[in-house]
């Protein structure tokens, strides 16, 4: 069993910047790739940023591209998503996720069959 846990969730100003964390734990194997999904209230979750493991190849959703960085640390155990300029509509709980994708690029959120509990930002004046 792999178990994730993100921190870094908060509050800040729009424009403001943020840098969430997930660190793996438990299982050795958990998959080929590691993603951030956020989920506004009332609305279904979306992936925002991906990241194989091996490779280090990354991608994002078109509303974070340029803003949001997915990276991950020398061990492949922790995975960071440096969020930039961001934006009232960036509030969402941020929830982080691993699994075994047959496809490139791993957007869909069927790949990934294990999750965290969620992180909240909340972007605001």
């Known amino acids: 069993q792999v178990e994730l846990v993100e921190s870094g969730g908060g509050s800040v100003q729009p424009g403001g910047s943020l840098r969430l964390s997930c660190t793996a734990s438990?299982?050795?194997?958990?998959?080929?790739?590691m993603a951030w999904f956020r989920q506004h209230p009332g609305k279904e979750r979306e992936g925002v940023a991906f990241?194989?493991?091996?490779?280090?190849?990354?991608y994002y959703a078109d509303s974070v591209k340029g803003r949001f960085t997915i990276s991950q640390d020398n061990a492949k155990t922790t995975v960071y998503l440096q969020m930039n300029g961001l934006k009232p509509e960036d509030t969402a709980m941020y929830y982080c996720?691993?699994?075994?994708?047959?496809?490139?690029?791993?957007?869909?959120?069927?790949?990934?069959?294990?999750w965290g509990q969620g992180t909240r930002v909340t972007v605001s004046s």
């Open positions: 996720a691993a699994g075994n994708s047959l496809v490139d690029p791993p957007l869909d959120s069927r790949w990934y069959s294990y």
């Open positions: 438990g299982a050795t194997y958990r998959g080929n790739c």
């Open positions: 990241i194989f493991i091996k490779s280090g190849k990354t």
